[in-house]
C-alpha cells in the first residue's frame, strides 16, 4: 500500500497568511493526488484534483502542485472560513489512501 | 449538483454485520465510481472500496475479508456491507462519488455507526 504522510500536522496561522501544506507518497503516483478540505462535523470537500486542477467552484487562493511524490497545496491569503483540516489522497492505487490530516488553527 | 445519503443503523453489536446504503439523486448513478469511506471520532480518512455500475468492485485489502460492496442501478442506489464487527469499526461512514481516474467529488453528508453491546 501506498503511504502518504502530510506536514505540518497542524499550523497555527492568521488571516492574510500564505500557507504552504505538504504531502509526501512512498512511490510514485505521477499526479494522481487529490486535496480535501473538511470542516468539523462535516465531510470532505473536494478542492484540488490531479495534483493541480482546481475543483469547479473553489477560490482561486487554492492551488496545487507537485508530481511524483512531493505534492504542495497553497492556499494564498488565508480567509477565515479557511479554518479546517486538510487531507491528501492518492488514487493511482488500491487502496486510494489518505494523508493523516493538516489542522490550521487561528493563532 | 448530485446528492448522496447515507441510511442504515446507528448502533451495531459486536460480531454482527453492518448494512449501509447510499442513495443518489439530483444525478445520474452511470459512468461513475461509488465509494464508502470512514472516519473514526478526531481520526483521519479510511477508504473502504468502491463498485463500478457495472458491479465491478475494488477493496482496501485491510478489510477485504469482510466487505461486500453492490450497486442498484434502477433504485439509483448502492450498499455497503461489513462483516464481523468489533469497536475499531465504529466511525462516521461516507459515501461519495468517485471520477474515473481521478478523486472523489461529491460526498454525502456522513452517519455514525457506533459498535456496541
Known amino acids: 500500500d501506498i503511504q502518504m504522510t502530510q506536514s505540518p500536522s497542524s499550523l497555527s496561522t492568521s488571516v492574510g497568511d500564505r500557507v504552504t501544506i505538504t504531502c509526501r507518497a512512498s512511490?510514485?503516483?505521477?499526479?494522481?493526488l487529490n486535496w480535501y478540505q473538511q470542516k468539523p462535523g462535516k465531510a470532505p470537500k473536494l478542492l484540488i484534483y490531479a495534483a493541480s486542477s482546481l475543483q469547479s467552484g473553489v477560490p482561486s487562493r487554492f492551488s496545487g502542485s507537485g508530481s511524483g511524490t512531493d505534492f504542495t497545496l497553497t492556499i494564498s491569503s488565508l480567509q477565515p472560513e479557511d479554518f479546517a483540516t486538510y487531507y491528501c489522497q492518492q488514487s493511482h492505487s488500491f487502496p486510494h489512501s489518505f494523508g493523516q490530516g493538516t489542522k490550521l488553527e487561528m493563532k | 449538483q448530485v446528492l448522496l445519503q447515507e441510511s442504515g443503523p446507528g448502533l451495531v453489536k459486536p460480531s454482527e454485520t453492518l448494512s449501509l446504503t447510499c442513495t443518489v439523486s439530483s444525478g445520474s448513478i452511470l459512468n461513475y465510481y461509488w465509494s464508502w469511506m470512514r472516519q473514526p471520532a478526531g481520526k483521519g480518512l479510511e477508504w473502504i472500496g468502491r463498485v463500478f455500475t457495472s458491479g465491478t468492485t475494488n477493496y482496501n485489502s485491510s478489510l477485504k475479508s469482510r466487505v461486500t460492496m453492490s450497486i442498484d442501478t434502477s433504485n439509483n442506489q448502492f450498499s455497503l456491507k461489513l462483516t464481523s464487527l468489533t469497536a475499531a469499526d465504529t466511525a462516521v461512514y461516507y459515501c461519495?462519488?468517485?471520477?474515473?481516474?481521478?478523486?472523489?467529488?461529491?460526498w454525502g453528508q456522513g452517519t455514525l455507526v457506533t459498535v456496541s453491546s
Open positions: 461519495a462519488r468517485g471520477r474515473p481516474s481521478c478523486c472523489y467529488d461529491s
Open positions: 512511490q510514485s503516483i505521477s499526479s494522481y
